[in-house]
């Protein structure tokens, strides 16, 4: 069955320290995104991929890069972590319709200390 | 850009009373709306789903409503069991542009 995961799904690390998490899809759907759910904002947008090399910036994207090489992964680094990117991630994958379902992976926690 | 504004921030009912969630939105091209569903550590799943040529649509005790003159939308949960019980997320995006712009989320609670 097709499906959607992220790696690691627990993470500490320091301030400063650059930090990569992984996002795979074996949906073959050209949009991926990346997001942060943090208590009482909801999910906020970070970055998101239509396909193969093309990148857009979201709503919170200062701090974060993303990266699209094939149609299956889009990794997010986060050039110098700080205590505000402690969050829980979310990468999702849809297909290229307006009303394409957003499918989620299981969510990554990151605690940066 | 989009703003989708969602009232309440939490809900309490009764097992066996009806839920009703409000999401408004900001931008009039907006034509897609979920809603998630997210129980306590789990990823958010898409529990239903309505378009803008549609005003209602409804899958078992689950209904969801849309008024784009008013640009609302809301989810009515009927007999609510305590397995309803998460925070439920509304969403909208608009023409060719795949990006949802999510509320802040509502956590339901039923008491049995």
């Known amino acids: 069955d097709a499906e959607i995961t992220q790696s690691p799904r627990h993470k500490i690390t320091e301030t400063g320290r650059q930090v990569t998490l992984a996002c795979h899809q074996t949906?073959?759907?050209?949009?991926m995104f990346w997001y942060r759910q943090d208590l009482g904002h909801g999910l906020r947008l970070i970055h998101y991929s239509y396909g193969v090399q093309d990148t857009n910036k979201g709503e919170v994207s200062d701090g974060y890069s993303v990266s699209r090489s094939n149609t299956e992964d889009l990794p997010l680094t986060l050039e110098s972590a700080a205590s505000s990117q402690t969050s829980v991630y979310f990468c999702?994958?849809?297909?290229?319709?307006?009303?394409?379902?957003?499918?989620f992976g299981p969510g990554t926690r990151l605690l940066v200390l | 850009g989009e703003n989708v504004e969602q009232h309440p921030s939490t809900l309490s009912v009764q097992e066996g009373d009806s839920a009703v969630i409000k999401c408004t939105y900001s931008d009039s091209a907006s034509n897609y709306f979920p809603w998630y569903k997210q129980e306590l550590g789990k990823r958010p799943q898409l529990i239903i789903d309505?378009?803008?040529?549609?005003g209602e649509k409804k899958d078992q005790r689950i209904a969801v409503t849309l008024n784009k003159t008013a640009k609302h939308f809301s989810l009515h949960i009927t007999e609510t069991q305590p397995e309803d019980s998460a925070v439920y997320f509304c969403?909208?995006?608009?023409?060719?542009?795949?990006?949802?712009?999510f509320g802040k989320g509502t956590l339901l609670t039923v008491n049995p």
């Open positions: 949906w073959n759907h050209n949009n």
């Open positions: 969403a909208a995006s608009g023409g060719s542009n795949y990006k949802l712009t």
């Open positions: 999702a994958s849809s297909e290229d319709r307006p009303d394409g379902t957003q499918y």
């Open positions: 309505i378009r803008s040529n549609v």
